[in-house]
């Protein structure tokens, strides 16, 4: 369906919300009635031919051969599809035959959405349509309804027709309806100053999906081929990637059986697949409705291609209890390995940040790929996403870890750009990721990036946001420049460019960079006076003390409501063990105790200042030791951080001493990957006694990472890039986490120098006379 013919379609559409629909309806919920009746049509028209062959079909079991269930395959059979409807209605009947009783045409109506098979009736409760045809008919409104949409001069059958005067009216295919049903949310939602909230694909973008996804493999093809799309929509990609394979006039012909899959958590939207599934013959059944993260619907089933569009910028929140337990993925689909930095093999989390969930639809699809051994073909997959796909997350997070399972496994072929306001509802970079786990001899390794991004040409007249598209020749330059594996630097500021990389190029270690710890300490009054108050509960303990004194010790219980009633008023926002805790005498004594710990020490140490914590830590422990203290570690680590800080000036703290030799040294040795030399760019000091190694406290305050290439030696990135600038800084190998980007703009950008300064004098000196001299003396060059 060409443009125009898709617009006066539309139009036509739109009318009838207009016509019949004003008084009844919000302009907002036209959509209510008039995609359902949409889809309700497309199906009527095509059961109208064979009508008597089923009613006969159906007088024959019921009369004949006495069957008390109805045998589908006979009706199936007679209808011609695998979908019938067995009451003697159509819609044009029902709309020639009507009276002016109102309660009439409804009973009539629900007995014909009562005939219907059980495919259909799904549908008709998807959209919830005989609450509407309810409403229509009490509103006086339904015939007028059944006028528009049996009008002979609309065509929304996927056949070609023609209207009374003669003229053709094209056929409806499955794509031409998504367009139908896209601009139709589009209207309906400005109408109620909503967001369409559905990103169809333009079919050129599915053309170029198809192309690469099927083409290379053309002469490989099984002779039954599964094709999956874990958010179908309306099913445009299945139904468009079918008839690619099966055109009889297109480059690939093949005979083999197709069976499409999908899966759409919209009723609306699903609704129109499965009814377009049905009149093309496909197995309905194969289209579920639901959330595809929530539920594992085609657990165990493989696919041989795979095609999506999955939404992006959409939170997966309220499916997250499906997949993680806490900090635990509890979804197979979800989890990798992946191995450290040591070479371990460990399960990793494959799920991205909450806020956006379309990483997940490509693990999904991932998970359903077919190995090897199950077709030497393997699985191919194409999915459009937005830039976030290629580069959020931190090396060690979800989204890391999913780029670095694809890649590591030498699946991804290819990333190519699209350009901006290619697509109808949003104006932002899209990329498609092209996957594959059998690649092409020559593709092994490696993976291209292309970028198409000023590939293409602007539209007559904006739909949405769509301003441009791809013309047939933009498709096969893409698609040859994916095939041959070329690098193309691009002339100018328009065409194509790409480039091929090894793998590795887009992975890199996060090196964690220690510093060491350097304090000085001191008691004084102030600083121990903290101890009083449970860290985490220091404002609430700190106001209740002012407030009530010492009472806070011996009547606790008289103020418990006014303090939990302060800290609400303050929104502190306490758990029910913070709450717990803050009304507790035992918290209050202990923390007491703690204080009068540390007064007992004050007085015993003195209040001098020190710039050897390590001086001042073994001054406390002999004093405790002396004291007979029965302060645990944690009691008095709380002491030392409250009277010590941090000062460039002091002295490093030690944390202990190692002993390394002999075995234990070589182990350490190889494991590091270094020299006993080098040893202290590890964080191992010698001392003067041989085989004995310092080791410092790390100060967190200070702790910093750097991002070395997989390519380079983190040693060696250590003595060029850190060691110059932070001498005392050493690497802790055992932070090392591997991470996965991918930057299109790095690889792609192209510097533009800035103009002259003497061009810019000019131009605006230019615009002089414009100005009557202001500024001439504003430059002051009068």
């Not at 919000?26 to 359902?36: A, E, F, M, Q, T």
């Not at 006979?74 to 009507?98: K, P």
Request: proline share 3%; aromatic share 10%; glycine share 6%.
């Amino acid at each position: 369906m060409n443009h125009a013919s898709h617009n006066k379609l539309v139009s036509f559409i739109w009318s009838i919300a207009d016509d019949c629909l004003r008084d009844v309806y919000v302009r907002g919920k036209y959509r209510d009635v008039i995609l359902p009746m949409v889809v309700l049509r497309r199906l009527d028209a095509l059961l109208e031919p064979t009508k008597e062959a089923v009613l006969e079909e159906l007088a024959f079991q019921r009369d004949e051969a006495g069957f008390t269930e109805w045998d589908e395959n006979g009706l199936r059979d007679a209808s011609g599809y695998v979908f019938y409807n067995t009451s003697e209605w159509t819609l044009q009947r029902l709309h020639d035959t009507a009276t002016n009783s109102q309660q009439m045409l409804q009973a009539n109506f629900e007995d014909y959405l009562n005939g219907f098979s059980a495919n259909v009736k799904e549908i008709i409760e998807k959209f919830k349509l005989k609450s509407q045809v309810r409403h229509m008919a009490a509103k006086d409104v339904l015939l007028n309804v059944l006028e528009k949409f049996t009008s002979p001069y609309i065509n929304l059958t996927p056949f070609e027709k023609e209207d009374p005067d003669g003229r053709k009216l094209p056929a409806l295919s499955n794509l031409g309806m998504g367009y139908v049903f896209e601009e139709l949310i589009r209207k309906f939602n400005e109408e109620n100053n909503e967001e369409a909230g559905e990103h169809f694909t333009p079919r050129e973008v599915i053309d170029l999906m198809t192309h690469i996804i099927f083409e290379p493999v053309k002469d490989q093809l099984p002779p039954v081929m599964t094709i999956y799309d874990p958010a179908c929509g309306s099913g445009g990609m299945l139904t468009e990637s079918q008839n690619f394979i099966k055109d009889e006039e297109g480059v690939i012909r093949a005979s083999g059986d197709v069976h499409l899959y999908g899966k759409e958590i919209n009723d609306e939207t699903y609704a129109i697949c499965k009814s377009d599934m049905m009149i093309k013959g496909n197995n309905p059944e194969n289209i579920r409705v639901g959330s595809t993260l929530s539920t594992d619907e085609f657990a165990g089933l493989n696919f041989n291609f795979m095609l999506s569009n999955p939404p992006y910028g959409k939170s997966w929140a309220s499916e997250q209890k499906y997949i993680k337990d806490g900090k635990d993925v509890i979804d197979p689909r979800f989890v990798v390995k992946l191995k450290d930095y040591w070479g371990n093999e460990e399960d990793a989390d494959a799920t991205p940040r909450s806020s956006d969930g379309q990483l997940l639809f490509l693990m999904e699809m991932v998970s359903k790929m077919k190995l090897l051994h199950q077709s030497p073909l393997g699985s191919r997959i194409a999915s459009v996403h937005n830039g976030s796909s290629l580069f959020t997350g931190d090396a060690g997070g979800g989204e890391s870890n999913i780029r670095r399972y694809i890649i590591e496994n030498d699946w991804l072929e290819a990333i190519i750009q699209l350009p901006n306001n290619l697509f109808y509802n949003t104006g932002i970079t899209t990329y498609i990721w092209i996957l594959s786990n059998n690649k092409a001899e020559h593709r092994k390794g490696k993976v291209q990036l292309i970028d198409a991004g000023q590939l293409y040409r602007k539209l007559r007249k904006n739909l949405g946001n769509k301003n441009c598209e791809f013309s047939p020749e933009h498709i096969r330059d893409i698609v040859q420049v994916y095939e041959e594996l070329q690098a193309v630097e691009r002339e100018g500021d328009e065409g194509i460019a790409a480039k091929v990389f090894d793998n590795a190029d887009f992975g890199y270690y996060k090196v964690t960079i220690e510093r060491p710890k350097r304090l000085k300490a001191q008691f004084t009054a102030e600083r121990i006076a903290e101890l009083r108050f449970d860290k985490s509960l220091r404002e609430p303990m700190d106001w209740a003390y002012s407030e009530f004194g010492e009472e806070v010790y011996t009547q606790l219980a008289k103020h418990e409501k006014a303090i939990l009633d302060w800290a609400e008023k303050q929104e502190m926002n306490l758990n029910a063990k913070q709450a717990k805790a803050l009304v507790s005498k035992a918290t209050w004594q202990k923390q007491l105790d703690l204080l009068n710990a540390a007064t007992e020490l004050m007085l015993a140490i003195g209040s001098a200042e020190y710039s050897d914590f390590n001086v001042f830590r073994e001054k406390v422990d002999t004093t405790l030791k002396a004291q007979k203290s029965k302060l645990s570690a944690t009691e008095k680590k709380a002491i030392l951080n409250a009277v010590s800080w941090y000062d460039a000036a002091a002295e490093k703290v030690v944390k202990g001493i190692t002993k390394l030799s002999g075995e234990k040294l070589e182990r350490l040795l190889d494991r590091l990957g270094c020299e006993e030399s080098q040893l202290a760019d590890y964080g191992y000091y010698a001392t003067s006694k041989k085989g004995e190694y310092l080791e410092y406290e790390t100060e967190s305050d200070l702790r910093d990472t750097e991002n070395v290439p997989l390519k380079e030696n983190i040693y060696d990135y250590f003595l060029r890039e850190v060691k110059p600038h932070v001498a005392e800084a050493w690497i802790n190998l055992d932070a090392t986490k591997i991470g996965y980007e991918i930057s299109f703009n790095k690889y792609f950008y192209r510097h533009k120098p800035l103009r002259s300064i003497e061009e810019v004098s000019n131009d605006i000196l230019a615009l002089e006379a414009e100005s009557d001299g202001l500024i001439r003396d504003i430059l002051t060059l009068a």
